[in-house]
């Protein structure tokens, strides 16, 4: 079966007073129909850009893709005009951002903003979409729910607000939803709640689901298949047990050395590692491997030649030079 995504040779690069920063540089990507992929990094790794790039929703200028190719369902989404991506935006591809407050109008009120998506891209009537704004929103477990529709997003708490965003990108039930970083500005007990309700929305809708994170606990809970990003590259790639039982990539060793671990007994217990260093400015990166500089495995040919990604066992991809044959 094709995949539902593909992205290939992904480039895009922001213009800068100090030159061009090559915030993704190269990624190959793919997300099969109903499947859980997790791209993970820190922050300034490039999943928000990759993700962001998808749907054009970073700002050109001084965004711009430079290079590649977003095939959604076979169909390149780069050469788009802005209003053909309207048709795909909602409809086919949802999107749930970091910070709901600065993602829903202030003005509308939170009804008006689901309806708004459902009159404009499944052509119901207000009464309809209002109904059916209704179901979304006792779907997300939003209590009160006909109650709620004519309140605005500031009277929400950040969780509620959430699974109103949540409520707003499935409405028109997409066959994919891109979820940035969805519980990063909430309490931990709601980050839970939020990962679950996304967990059971993918399930009765079918959809596919993008799930940013910088936690590698999210990681291990929601996805089925994980990209590692570091510095605008994808460094490693594979399904979730194989990543955790075996990461190949020292980057995404580092991040996995990172996740708290409550299930030890104490003596087993050791501190949390970080990896030293950070994220390059990835404006005129110098050659070779971009973790090189961080990297307790540095060789002489990593700060040389950029290493590419290649197989190391069915279905997982890293891009080190550690194991590759001379
Ligand atoms: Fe470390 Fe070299 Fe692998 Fe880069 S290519 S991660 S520097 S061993």
């Known amino acids: ?32 129909k109903g499947e859980t992929l997790c791209v993970v990094g820190e922050s300034g790794c490039g999943k928000t850009v990759t993700a962001m790039s998808i749907l054009k929703l970073i700002a050109m200028p001084p965004g711009r893709i430079v290079q590649g190719e977003i095939l959604f369902e076979g169909r390149d989404l780069v050469p788009l005009t802005s209003s053909q991506l309207d048709d795909i935006r909602a409809k086919e591809i949802g999107f749930i ?71 707003m990108a499935l409405a028109c039930k997409p066959k994919l939803v891109i979820a940035d970083e969805p519980t990063t500005a909430l309490d931990v007990t709601i980050q839970a709640q939020i990962l679950d309700l996304l967990q059971d929305m993918k399930e009765r809708f079918g959809m596919a689901v993008m799930l940013i994170t910088h936690a590698m606990g999210v990681v291990a809970e929601t996805a089925q298949r994980v990209v590692v990003m570091y510095a605008g590259k994808v460094v490693e790639e594979a399904d979730v047990d194989s990543l ?33 260093g950070t994220v390059p400015i990835l404006i005129n990166p110098a050659p070779g491997c971009r973790f090189a500089p961080r990297c307790r495995h540095a060789m002489q040919i990593c700060s040389e030649q950029e290493p590419v990604l290649r197989e190391i066992a069915p279905g997982h991809r890293m891009a080190c030079h550690l194991g590759a044959a001379p």
Do not use: W
């Not at 955790?244 to 996995?256: E, K, M, R």
């Not at 990172?258 to 299930?263: A, F, N, Q, V």
């Open 1 to 32: 079966m094709p995949p539902l995504l593909e992205i290939k040779g992904l480039k895009t690069h922001f213009a800068t007073d100090d030159g061009m920063l090559q915030a993704v540089d190269g990624v190959d990507l793919t997300l099969n």
């Open 97 to 167: 951002f970091q910070e709901p407050m600065t993602s829903l109008n202030p003005v509308l009120t939170v009804g008006e903003q689901v309806a708004e998506s459902l009159r404009r891209h499944e052509g119901l009537s207000n009464k309809d979409a209002l109904d059916r704004t209704v179901e979304m929103f006792k779907l997300v477990q939003i209590p009160n729910a006909a109650g709620r529709l004519h309140d605005y997003p500031h009277q929400f708490s950040g969780g509620m607000r959430q699974r109103v965003m949540i409520a």
């Open 244 to 276: 955790f039982a075996s990461p190949g990539h020292p980057y995404t060793q580092g991040l996995i050395r990172s996740i708290p671990r409550i299930d030890l007994a104490s003596e087993h217990k050791t501190r949390l590692e970080a990896i030293g």
